[in-house]
């Protein structure tokens, strides 16, 4: 029987084992898509205690509470970070094969050398242990990012933000690349004109533009991407619930602009189509710069009204949805592929049954032009457990190019999650060592552990031009 949490944790081969030990496990990473925050990092943040760096927004975490009996107010309450952290760890006995399980205690053992499992019995001993650490120096936000050696953070960001962090950043000569990531989705959420009209005030302030069209919009925007790019951004991002396509003029898009902008009420099929012609716009633009445009896809967001009202967005009432996709998407990436105007793009989904035809749409607009130029993305949000990577792995293996995928990514708030990424790795070894030894891949350890390398970093850093 092997030991929980070995060094040969998911590993069942000597295949697997050489391919992660000696190839994989040195990989520098590039999480080229998170959630953390900038100000955590231009300030150092030195967080008090384990509860901060680990349940702050961590709506993973709060769904299992929630699922365990645990009462609101140890989530995202008012309740002490002692006594959340302690909810937490009653919680955590009974997420047995949730990955949650894995990550909380690869994550204690690879910051803190903490073995032991977190459960009622033993909270207080991790918590003393681990907070003693976390108020040192070498606990820094910075200094955790070293402790994992991350080469390049790609944060999330709204067109309207000032990016001051990112100048601070830059400014103290941080060795560690932290670079802005586009998210213009608010830019484009004209769904609810009031609050829409709100963030085009803030859009106004930040871009110095008098917004009355559709072309002042547009103006604006392109003024912030010129800018997002000054301060080394390469990557836009789209959070969508399905992707829209749908036929437009600029004459009619302008007019329902307008018309958000006077606080009408606008139609479906008129947030479709202003939705649509934002979305090119947005791609024309990346593809100008040269940048990598990303797209998830597939969530079906704020569940609960009652709950949405009570705590707001992010709170972990999201879920899988099943909205159609092929059609639009195929009609979107065509737009622009008819001009040659398609960037290089990586597509997300988080529905598995849509595995198969996310990997067979990336192979419909590949030209040549660069390897791996459509991505099939990695498992994302509900899909980053074993089974999820495990299986947008076996897709893409059997229907595109696994050796020129940019692999994993944190899509975390939190900065204990880089474990994620030696997660990914120790899986893609185990497939690939399975393989071997059953002799349905051949025992070329040189090319085999090359791939590896590929897919943990080099493709990575090759193909978002962030060395460029």
Same mark, same amino acid.
């Given at each position: 029987?092997?030991?929980?949490?070995?060094?040969?944790?998911? $590993?069942?081969?000597? /295949?697997?084992?050489? @391919?992660? &030990?000696?190839?994989?496990?040195?990989?520098? #990473?590039?999480?080229?898509?998170?959630?953390?925050?900038? +100000?955590?990092?231009?300030?150092?943040?030195?967080?008090?205690?384990?509860?901060?760096?680990?349940?702050?927004?961590?709506?993973?975490?709060?769904?299992?509470?929630?699922?365990?009996?645990? !009462?609101?107010?140890?989530? /995202?309450?008012?309740?002490?970070?002692? +006594?959340?952290?302690?909810?937490?760890? !009653?919680?955590?006995? =009974?997420?047995?094969?949730?990955?949650?399980?894995?990550?909380?205690?690869?994550?204690?053992?690879?910051?803190?050398?903490?073995?032991?499992?977190?459960?009622?019995?033993?909270?207080?001993?991790?918590?003393?242990?681990?907070?003693?650490?976390?108020? %040192?120096?070498?606990?820094?936000?910075?200094?955790? $990012?070293?402790?994992?050696?991350?080469?390049?953070?790609?944060?999330?960001?709204?067109?309207?933000?000032?990016? +001051? &962090?990112?100048?601070?950043?830059?400014?103290?000569?941080? !060795?560690?690349?932290?670079?802005?990531?586009?998210?213009?989705?608010?830019?484009?959420? #004209?769904?609810?004109?009031?609050?829409?009209?709100? =963030?085009?005030?803030?859009?106004?302030?930040?871009?110095?533009?008098?917004?009355?069209?559709?072309?002042?919009?547009?103006?604006?925007?392109?003024?912030?991407?010129?800018?997002? &790019?000054?301060?080394?951004?390469?990557?836009?991002?789209?959070?969508?619930?399905?992707?829209?396509?749908?036929?437009?003029? !600029? /004459?009619?898009?302008?007019?329902?602009?307008?018309?958000?902008?006077?606080?009408?009420?606008?139609?479906?099929?008129?947030?479709?189509?202003?939705?649509?012609?934002?979305?090119? &716009?947005?791609?024309?633009?990346?593809?100008?710069?040269?940048?990598?445009?990303?797209?998830?896809?597939?969530?079906?967001?704020?569940?609960?009204?009652?709950?949405?009202?009570?705590?707001?967005?992010?709170?972990?009432?999201?879920?899988?949805?099943?909205?159609?996709?092929?059609?639009?998407?195929?009609?979107? @990436?065509? *737009?622009?592929? *008819?001009?040659?105007?398609?960037?290089? %793009?990586?597509?997300?989904?988080?529905?598995?049954?849509?595995?198969?035809?996310?990997? /067979?749409?990336?192979?419909?607009?590949?030209?040549?032009?660069?390897?791996?130029?459509?991505?099939?993305?990695?498992?994302?949000?509900?899909?980053?457990?074993?089974?999820? #990577?495990? *299986?947008?792995?076996?897709?893409?293996?059997?229907?595109? $190019?696994?050796?020129?995928?940019?692999?994993?990514?944190?899509?975390?708030?939190?900065?204990?999650?880089?474990?994620?990424?030696?997660?990914?790795?120790?899986?893609?070894?185990?497939?690939?060592?399975?393989?071997?030894?059953?002799?349905?891949?051949?025992?070329?350890?040189?090319?085999?552990?090359?791939?590896?390398?590929?897919?943990?970093?080099?493709?990575?850093?090759? =193909?978002?031009?962030?060395?460029?």
């Amino acid at each position: 029987m092997k030991k929980f949490l070995d060094e040969n944790f998911l $590993l069942h081969s000597r /295949t697997a084992e050489i @391919l992660y &030990h000696e190839h994989a496990a040195r990989m520098p #990473i590039i999480d080229y898509h998170c959630h953390l925050s900038p +100000e955590d990092i231009a300030t150092d943040r030195q967080f008090d205690n384990l509860a901060q760096i680990w349940l702050e927004g961590d709506h993973y975490k709060w769904r299992a509470m929630r699922a365990n009996g645990v !009462e609101e107010k140890y989530c /995202t309450g008012n309740a002490s970070d002692r +006594e959340k952290f302690q909810k937490w760890a !009653e919680t955590v006995p =009974y997420a047995y094969r949730n990955p949650l399980y894995h990550w909380t205690h690869l994550e204690l053992k690879r910051t803190f050398g903490i073995e032991l499992l977190l459960n009622p019995d033993t909270a207080a001993e991790i918590w003393e242990k681990a907070n003693a650490m976390l108020r %040192t120096p070498a606990y820094s936000v910075r200094n955790l $990012l070293r402790m994992m050696k991350v080469e390049v953070i790609c944060t999330t960001d709204d067109p309207a933000d000032s990016l +001051e &962090h990112h100048f601070r950043i830059r400014k103290d000569g941080f !060795e560690i690349m932290v670079l802005p990531a586009w998210r213009p989705d608010k830019a484009m959420a #004209i769904e609810n004109p009031d609050a829409y009209n709100a =963030y085009l005030l803030k859009l106004e302030e930040t871009s110095n533009t008098e917004i009355a069209d559709l072309n002042d919009l547009l103006y604006a925007l392109q003024g912030r991407h010129d800018f997002f &790019h000054s301060m080394g951004c390469r990557l836009s991002d789209h959070g969508l619930e399905t992707m829209v396509a749908e036929d437009y003029t !600029e /004459t009619e898009v302008n007019k329902i602009f307008i018309k958000a902008r006077k606080g009408e009420s606008v139609q479906p099929e008129e947030i479709r189509k202003f939705k649509s012609a934002m979305l090119v &716009h947005f791609a024309l633009m990346d593809h100008e710069r040269g940048w990598v445009q990303q797209f998830h896809t597939g969530a079906l967001r704020n569940n609960s009204l009652r709950l949405f009202e009570a705590l707001g967005p992010d709170k972990g009432f999201d879920s899988i949805g099943d909205s159609e996709m092929a059609r639009p998407l195929s009609k979107f @990436l065509d *737009r622009l592929d *008819r001009n040659q105007r398609l960037a290089k %793009t990586i597509l997300y989904n988080l529905n598995p049954r849509d595995n198969e035809m996310i990997a /067979t749409m990336c192979g419909n607009f590949n030209d040549g032009s660069v390897p791996g130029k459509m991505q099939f993305g990695s498992g994302w949000w509900f899909m980053d457990q074993k089974d999820g #990577i495990e *299986r947008q792995l076996n897709t893409l293996s059997q229907l595109g $190019l696994l050796s020129r995928f940019v692999g994993m990514l944190t899509d975390s708030r939190s900065f204990l999650s880089y474990p994620r990424h030696e997660y990914f790795r120790r899986i893609l070894c185990n497939l690939l060592g399975n393989d071997v030894e059953k002799g349905e891949l051949p025992n070329d350890m040189n090319r085999l552990g090359k791939m590896v390398e590929d897919i943990s970093y080099f493709n990575a850093r090759d =193909y978002f031009g962030f060395y460029d």
